[in-house]
């Protein structure tokens, strides 16, 4: 068996990385970040986006389907 090692290793993604995971345009991520939809990291002049906020903004867009009635 396999066990995943835990690391506090914070991992962070470019506005296009994130664009190309969600498929959508760099100006969507921009527009996500400029909305506060989307939290960030501004280092310099880069805005770098951490794994656990694409999760949350993730969780927060999940849409489950209705259940039909027995």
Do not use: W
Request: with cysteine.
């Amino acid at each position: 068996m396999i066990e995943e090692k835990q690391t506090n290793e914070l991992r962070l993604f470019s506005k296009g990385e994130i664009a190309e995971l969600l498929g959508c345009s760099a100006m969507t991520v921009h527009r996500l970040i400029r909305e506060k939809k989307l939290g960030h990291y501004r280092i310099g002049s880069r805005v770098m986006i951490p794994q656990k906020h694409l999760d949350a903004f993730l969780i927060k867009c999940e849409r489950t389907p209705k259940t039909e009635a027995a």
